[in-house]
C-alpha cells in the first residue's frame, strides 16, 4: 500500500512538472508515424511476404510502446543521473558502433547494422546520437579553468572515434549529422566567427577530397552522379520516384490506399516516407506535419531561451539540431534538393532503432525541459 502511495506520488509529480505542450507534440508526430505505418505498409507486407498484412504496422507499434517506456524513464530521471547514465550509454553505444565493422550484418554493401543474440537487429548510430550531445555540452560547459579552445579541441576528439567508425560502415550521412551537431554546439558556445569558419573551410575541403579521391567513398560519388543524372543509378531514380508520387499526390492526395510509390521500392516506408504520405495525403498533410516540426522546435527554443544553465542549453540545442537537420535532409532527399543518404524522418519513419533513438532525445528533452522544484 505504502509503495502504490509512493509510486502515485512520483507519478503525479512527473506529470505535474513536464511541459504538457512538448509532450503533446511528440505524442502526435508518435502517433502520426504509426498512422502513416499502418497506410503505407500493410499491403507491403501482404503481397512481399505473403504473411499478415498489419506486420509492419504491428513491429512500428511494438516500438513505438517501448520508445514510449524509454521516454518516461529518461524523463523520469533527476538531472544529475540523467548526464551519469548518459554519459555510461555513450561509451556502450560506441562499443556497438565498434563491433560492426567485425561482425555487423552487411545491407546493399553497406555494415550498419548489428544481430545480436540478446538483441534483435539494430542500428548503433541511432543509439549513440543522443548520448553524443550530452557528452559534448559536458566538455563544452566544463567549469574546469582550462582555456575554451582546449574545450573544442576536446569535444571534437570525442566525436572522432564514431565519425571514423561511421565512415568505414560506409555512413556518410550520419558521419555529417554527427559532425553539424558538434559545429553548432561549438558556434553557440561562443567560438571565434573566424575561427569557425577557417575550421569549417577546412573540414569542407578533406570532405570533398575523400569523396572523390579515395575508393571508400566510390558509393557517395554515385550518389552524387546519379543525383544529377536519375539514369545512371537506382538511388538517382528512386528519388526521381519519389518526386514524381509527391506530384502526382496533387494538393489532396490520391486517397489512403491509392498511392504506388510504396510498390516501386524496397525503402519507401524508411527513407522515402514523405512522399508516401504526399502522394496518398496531399502536400497540404506535409505543410502540416512541417508546421508541428517547427512548433515543436520553437517550443523547445523558447525553454532554452528561459534556461540559466549552459550544460542544459546545449543540450537541448544540440538535441532539436538533430531532429530538425535530419527531417530537413530526409524532406530535401524525398524532393531531390539532396542526393540520397539512406536518412529516416524522426518520429514518422518506420524502423526499430530510430524510433527508440528519436525516444532518448525526446526523454531528454522533456527531463531538462521539466519545471524546477525549488
Avoid at 503481397?47 to 498484412?53: H, P
Avoid at 582555456?147 to 550521412?173: E, R
Avoid at 528561459?306 to 524532393?335: M, P, Y
Wanted: some cysteine.
Amino acid at each position: 500500500m505504502y509503495n502504490d502511495i509512493s509510486i502515485n506520488k512520483m507519478y503525479y509529480v512527473w506529470w505535474k512538472n513536464i511541459d504538457k505542450v512538448i509532450f503533446v507534440q511528440i505524442i502526435i508526430l508518435f502517433s502520426l508515424g504509426l498512422f502513416f505505418s499502418l497506410a503505407s505498409t500493410s499491403l507491403i507486407a501482404s503481397d512481399k511476404l505473403e504473411t499478415n498484412s498489419y506486420f509492419f504496422f504491428f513491429k512500428h507499434l511494438i516500438y513505438f510502446l517501448i520508445g514510449m517506456i524509454i521516454l518516461i524513464f529518461f524523463s523520469f530521471l533527476s538531472e544529475k543521473n540523467l548526464f551519469r547514465i548518459s554519459i555510461f550509454l555513450f561509451f556502450i553505444t560506441l562499443f556497438f558502433l565498434f563491433l560492426v565493422p567485425w561482425v555487423g550484418t552487411e545491407v546493399k554493401g553497406a555494415k550498419r547494422w548489428l544481430d545480436l543474440i540478446f538483441i534483435p537487429r539494430f542500428q548503433p548510430v541511432e543509439l549513440i546520437k543522443p548520448f553524443t550531445i550530452i557528452f559534448l555540452a559536458t566538455i563544452l560547459s566544463s567549469e574546469k579553468k582550462i582555456h575554451i579552445y582546449y574545450k573544442y579541441c576536446a569535444s571534437f576528439i570525442a566525436i572522432v572515434p564514431a565519425s571514423f567508425l561511421l565512415m568505414m560502415q560506409p555512413d556518410i550521412g550520419q558521419t555529417l549529422l554527427i559532425f553539424f551537431s558538434w559545429v553548432t554546439l561549438v558556434f553557440i558556445s561562443g567560438i571565434s566567427l573566424i575561427v569557425f569558419l577557417a575550421f569549417f573551410g577546412i573540414s569542407l575541403t578533406s570532405l570533398i577530397y575523400m569523396i572523390f579521391y579515395i575508393p571508400k567513398f566510390d558509393y557517395i560519388r554515385k550518389r552524387i552522379f546519379s543525383f544529377f543524372n536519375p539514369d545512371t543509378g537506382t538511388h538517382g531514380a528512386q528519388a526521381a520516384k519519389s518526386v514524381d508520387g509527391i506530384s502526382s499526390g496533387g494538393y489532396f492526395g490520391k486517397g489512403i490506399g491509392e498511392g504506388t510509390l510504396k510498390y516501386k521500392g524496397s525503402e519507401t516506408h524508411t527513407d522515402f516516407i514523405i512522399s508516401v504520405i504526399s502522394e496518398e495525403f496531399g502536400v497540404v498533410i506535409i505543410i502540416l506535419i512541417m508546421a508541428i516540426f517547427l512548433f515543436f522546435i520553437y517550443s523547445v527554443f523558447k525553454k532554452v531561451y528561459l534556461e540559466d544553465n549552459e550544460k542544459i542549453k546545449l543540450v537541448l540545442v544540440g538535441s532539436v539540431t538533430i531532429i530538425l537537420i535530419q527531417a530537413l535532409i530526409h524532406v530535401g532527399v524525398n524532393i531531390r534538393l539532396f542526393p540520397t543518404t539512406g536518412m529516416t524522418l524522426p518520429f514518422l519513419s518506420y524502423g526499430g532503432s530510430s524510433i527508440i533513438g528519436v525516444s532518448i532525445l525526446s526523454g531528454i528533452i522533456l527531463n531538462l525541459t521539466k519545471r524546477k522544484i525549488n
